[in-house]
């Protein structure tokens, strides 16, 4: 499952270091997460998420998305 952060946060013209200093999360951990060097810890995954104003589940592509009722 590909992590779409570098795609989300370059839509929204967020940098690597705003990314990093809204998360408090170390540049250098957001690149590898970007460059599925490893996947983050899903309370990584919400600071990102809140940060790039998206769900949790938007971070990553899938076939099957959440919809909400």
Excluded: C, H, W
């Amino acid at each position: 499952m590909k992590i779409l952060i570098a795609d989300i946060r370059n839509k929204k013209n967020i940098s690597l270091n705003q990314l990093s200093q809204m998360t408090d999360i170390p540049k250098s951990t957001l690149n590898d997460y970007e460059n599925e060097k490893y996947s983050p810890r899903i309370i990584f995954m919400e600071k990102i998420a809140i940060a790039l104003g998206v769900g949790i589940v938007d971070l990553f592509e899938s076939n099957y998305k959440y919809s909400k009722k």
